[in-house]
């Protein structure tokens, strides 16, 4: 076992013998691993050029080795080539330890340090008349990649033969480092150019003299110009910029989401953009980045913010009355058909729901639902609501609901509320499907179907306070919703969905018994639904009980107590009592089968307990646990 305090020679020397590895042994061929080399062949053949270089008189031979130590390349003086070729040191030849024995390439792989052996230190015959310098060559991993070695006749042993190798070995080590940094920085440029194709912004970076320096291609479906053409040109030479944006270049300075207009070959196009300054960390100025965003992306962003959406459909909408089966039936035929829509009814009947139950059943459902309330905005604020607000260098500007609408449906609220001149403004929009923004001149584009509803727009109509020809064509189809208290039995249907969605909110069941909601159904609900919703949840949220009596009820309700009658619609009282046995037997259960605890439950007393049970067919048995 070799010594390790001993010199690394003489270390070699040992493991030679201990080995019984014969002095005399022949050179003998090792396996060519050229994968880790194939790409380096180029910068090996330089690294040669540089060894020469260094010598006046180069009368030696470079040697390339790969991790095993196995020649895969040499180069260099004729006659020492000669002289190594008639000792059978060539191309394929190992040097590893194994089977070379001593050497100084063997060694700088071994101990990861250059080495440099000579005449008789070397351990076989064959490599005594020879000198050897070798250097180990790293990636920039640190992973060995193999050695570069002089190779000279012992006697003639270059002085700076070491010093030579070493100064190849790490200029190399150095180009591969550099290479692996072009190649990251290449990777990531290749990225950051994929990122900036892939984003539906555009985006343009300026130089510092106003060139373009980079533009990502959806600046050419935004602006109309060649992204190959224009890249090198002064950004003025290839489009003329808004007066902001050359201000914003000028000054250095910065631009915050603002509308300009570009005067592109397809003419004016708004577009949302912002201008943002480049500096580095001496504060030099390197250029600018502007971001272009299509009208049509902001609108998006907008009405995915504001929740410019229907979520309802006809079948949330409830009810089996006849004249709630008319109004569905005049809806469905509105839904498929392509002009504006005109909804009557009572203030609480549901008008918004049919309008989202209508957008959601036409062509449009894939469009946004924009909602305005002409009634709950200032007349003075109302014109840019619905109009817009053209942009100026001093404030930016901002598009309207007609604009938000775009390729869906504008839903107008009192539409009464409008004024004169807002009626003949919006009347042009849909009629020239074109709108103007409040002190603007540019016409936008615009796609929208209309529903609205209005108070009595009729005799608006007839005292000349409203215009005609808007009534005329925002009514190319009506569908009259009937208030709550003509839908008869519909009450009893809305009741129990109300409740099971009560229900699921407050996590326990709840019914009405029969005298409750024969009182329901007979009080004439003058807010309609939307008073029905606000009656429940405050009797829900107020008591404990699981079913609730008259007494539960607000008085003006209990006092239209009658008995309940539903011989049109069996199939309500069998949903009712279906749901007053659940009750039961949901508080029986709660209860642990003692019909006192259960009737404290429901808040009834025990005999109505004990009656309900009779007449739903209920054992104790079925409300144990």
Partial sequence: MATPSLPPIQRSWARCQARGLEPTQVPQAGTVNLVGWSHLRTLVQSSIEDLYQMSEHPGFVVVVCDEQGTIIDLAGDSAVMTQAQQYGIGYGISLAEEVAGTNAVDLALREAFPFQTTGDEHYCHWLQPFALAAAPVYSPDGKA??????????????????GMVIAAAQALHSQLRAERLLNEANDQLTELYATLDSINEGLIFVGPNGEIRRLSRRVASILGINVRSAAGRLLTSVITPPPAIIMALQNLSTLEEQEVIWQTRDGPQAIMCDVRPVWDRSRRYLGSVITLRPTESVRQLVQQMVGARATFTFRDIVGQSESMRQALRQARIAAAGRGAILLRGEPGV?????????????????????????????????????FGVEGTEQQPGRPGKLELAHGGVLYLEAIDALSFDQQTKLLRAIEMGRVIRSGGIRPIPIDVRVIAHGHGLEQLVAEGRFRGDLYARISAFVVEIPPLRQRGDDIILLVNHMLRRLS????????????????LRSYPWPGNVRELEVVLEQIVQTTGKSVLTVADLPPAIARHTTPLVLSDSPKLAETQ???????????????????????????????????????????RADMLP
């Fill in 145 to 162: 990649l193999g050695a570069l070695a002089i190779l000279n006749r012992a006697e003639e042993q270059h002085p700076y033969a070491l």
């Fill in 350 to 386: 549901g008008k918004e729901v049919f309008a989202q139950a209508i957008h959601n059943a036409s062509n449009r459902a894939g469009g946004p639902f924009v909602r305005v309330s002409c009634a709950a905005i200032p007349r003075q604020l109302l014109d840019s609501e619905l």
């Fill in 504 to 519: 699921e909110q407050i996590g326990r069941q709840i019914a009405f018994d029969p005298d409750a909601l024969a009182a």
């Fill in 577 to 619: 009592e279906l749901s007053e046995r659940d009750a039961i037997l949901r508080a029986g259960r709660a209860a642990g089968g003692r019909l006192s605890r259960a009737a404290a439950l429901l808040g009834i007393s025990r005999a109505t307990l004990w009656r309900k049970m009779i007449r739903y067919r209920i054992s």
